[in-house]
């Protein structure tokens, strides 16, 4: 079987033949002269023949180094045009659902990563939940997600890579005309006989539920009864004035008409959301959308941590090992 040729190899002896200097052809590649010299070595040994011949006053190529020139470079502008229409083609982002909110984190990120990338398009697309966007992530059918990935089965996990962007504060969402709704804050202990809808009946967000999960059973409080998910602003808001449980949310959520959006504290509990995609994608949109998140994260505190505030332990591994790497 024939070995594989990586592109790099054929640059540094392309940049070589056109200098016949290893100097000069690695400050063009910016590489070490060593690394440079090790390449067109093991290029030769791959071809089986010398492509250069060597003095210490110069350098020049051999018969078998000028057959390969212009084979060589032809490789490298198809190469280098697969990899050009491959960067511009659009991000394919899933912000979960097409309600928008104040400070939905979604839509803070999303104007200013496409302005910050202006050539090019990220273009949303509405799963439902990141448990849905994961399988649409492994089937190369998108890019790029949002959402609790500690709530993913560890298989996906395993598959998928991740960056922390924001802890969202979780609060409680209910009809206006719910008995807990006209407070300003509730305490957990406060939702003691009112079962909490944490969305169990939605395949798309078992990460959101998982979470809910563990966060009820800390505190001694009771999930609600499993339902068909709602679908869109309107639906949302007649779901919760039909079942009158409250909807475990986040403070940065939508607007819902009749409703009301009430936080939660003594303990703040918190969910981190990660921008989600598969390991090694190079596209400018990601790297749009992890600028524009990191910028937006050390200006407004995206990932810092209040003091008595509750954390899945797995998002907390996360958010040390992302900080961690954000400071080195």
Known sequence: MPADLHPRLLRGFVATAETLHFGRAAERLHVAQQALSRDVRALERLLGDALFTRTTRSVELTGAGLRLLPKARQLLALHDEIVTAA?????LLDVNSNVTGPDLTSDRLLGPARAAWPEGDILARYLGGLAAAAEELLAHRLDASL??????????????????????????????????AGRPV????ELAGHPVDICAGNPATTEW????????????????????????????????????DPMLTTTSGPLLPGVVNVPLVDPVPLSLVSLV???GLRHPG???????????????GWLRRPAGSWL?????VLLEAGTARSRT
């Open 147 to 180: 959402g609790r990935f500690a709530g993913l089965d560890a298989r996906v996990r395993g598959q998928l890579a991740q960056t922390p962007v924001r802890l969202e504060r979780v609060s409680v969402m209910m009809a206006a005309a719910h008995p807990l």
């Open 87 to 91: 960067e511009h083609r659009p991000l």
């Open 186 to 189: 509730l305490r957990l202990a």
């Open 277 to 279: 995609h598969r390991p």
């Open 209 to 244: 539920a998982d979470l809910g999960i563990r966060l009820l059973r800390e505190h001694g409080l009771k999930a609600a009864a499993p339902y068909v998910p709602p679908v869109g602003v309107d639906e949302t808001a007649r779901y919760l004035t039909r079942h009158g």
């Open 312 to 316: 899945p332990a797995a998002d907390a």
């Open 286 to 300: 990601l790297t749009a959308l992890r600028t524009v998140a990191g910028e937006l994260g050390v200006r407004e």
